[in-house]
């Protein structure tokens, strides 16, 4: 699907993250889309490295990455030489940023802030170098308990995760109102699920975890009071359409990335049993989180639809049934007997 005019078969593309979810989802997009486009993928990948929550420091996986034909990089965004390889080595015209410290139940604040938020300028400086726009990930989560419908300038973040990706923004904000020639856009995604999520282990979304629990034969199991708490689930397709689109936006600025409708996590288990044939109800736990968790995100998405023509083609019930094959197939091949 060609979502703009631009022809990136002569293009030169940076992917930062590029081995993890939206990243590689970015990498194969172009790739058979524009297959004369030369994608650079940078990714410090996983190693057995974890923080203090007990997760991986960085969940990049080669998996991810199987049948891509572009360049792969395995670097860490922190590292002044990797920066100055890109800046040297490559002429850019469009970078996506993606890499990050993308799990929000981190605690340590220096790692998150060093990788999200100055690496970030650092990313910004050279896509300016090279004049090539610059599209990233900002997120739901600098919205914290702000009430719906979420909306960019009211942001209220509940983790050092949601404070990063709010201080990238103010950079962005500050770099566009100083007037650059490149576009600048940071796209604030909701929950996203889809295929390529796997590797996040527990981050992972609740769509494929819940699949694998019932794939299973087990009960899912939900928070207490689970058919209140609702959220913007977004298919990964609708990312990557925001992402396309944002490279030629009517504006510069921060835009939020979700379908403008809430669903319940209940919604997500009955769509899946509905899915994969079975009856096996829901199992109810106390929900360890309450104070700390979003309770009802909904985004306002007028801006995005508005500067960006963003059109969320998925509703869930489309994205579950898009996405239910390749969760059967990672049970079969990475969950079941494992
Ligand atoms: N998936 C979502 O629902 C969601 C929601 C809001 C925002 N985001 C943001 O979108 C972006 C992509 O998220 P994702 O879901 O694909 O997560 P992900 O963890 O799969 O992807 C992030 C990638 O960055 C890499 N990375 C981490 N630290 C790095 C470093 N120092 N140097 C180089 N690479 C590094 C990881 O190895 C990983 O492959 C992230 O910035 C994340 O914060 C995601």
């Keep these: 699907m060609k979502y703009t005019n631009i022809d990136f078969n002569d293009k030169t593309i940076l992917i930062t993250g590029g081995a993890g979810f939206i990243g590689s989802n970015l990498a194969f997009y172009f790739q058979n889309n524009y297959p004369l486009s030369n994608v650079v993928v940078v990714d410090c990948f996983r190693s057995d490295k974890t923080l203090s929550n007990g997760n991986l420091k960085s969940f990049g996986h080669y998996k991810n990455l199987l049948g891509f034909r572009g360049t ?37 604040q220096d790692l998150m802030i060093q990788t999200n938020v100055n690496a970030y300028e650092d990313l910004l400086k050279i896509a300016i170098k090279h004049n090539a726009n610059m599209i990233y990930a900002s997120s739901a989560a600098t919205y914290g308990d702000a009430p719906s419908p979420q909306t960019v300038g009211r942001e209220n973040p509940g983790n050092v995760y949601g404070f990063s990706k709010l201080m990238m923004d103010n950079i962005t904000r500050k770099y566009i109102q100083e007037g650059v020639t490149i576009s600048i856009v940071g796209l604030r995604y909701f929950n996203v699920y889809g295929p390529r999520e796997f590797y996040k282990n527990k981050t992972a979304s609740t769509v494929v975890q819940f699949g694998h629990q019932i794939l299973a034969g087990k009960t899912p ?66 929900n360890p989180y309450v104070g700390q968790y979003q309770f009802h995100t909904e985004a306002n998405i007028n801006n995005t ?34």
């Design 72 to 108: 792969v990089i395995s670097g860490d965004i922190n590292d002044e030489a990797i920066l100055q390889k890109l800046e040297d080595d490559y002429s850019f015209d469009f970078i996506f940023h993606e890499a990050a410290i993308s799990d929000t139940t981190v605690n340590e």
């Design 305 to 338: 639809v508005e500067y960006l023509d963003f059109k969320p083609a998925y509703e869930m019930e489309d994205g579950i049934k898009n996405y239910i094959e390749e969760i059967k197939r990672l049970y079969t091949s990475e969950v079941k007997d494992k």
């Design 221 to 286: 199991r939900l928070f207490e009071g689970s058919d209140k708490i609702l959220r913007d689930f977004i298919y990964i397709d609708d990312v990557i359409q925001a992402n396309i689109k944002a490279c030629a936006p009517k504006a510069s600025g921060i835009y939020n990335v979700g379908t403008g409708k809430a669903r319940s996590f209940q919604d997500i288990a009955d769509i899946l049993q509905k899915e994969l044939g079975t009856n096996l109800g829901t199992d109810y736990i106390p």
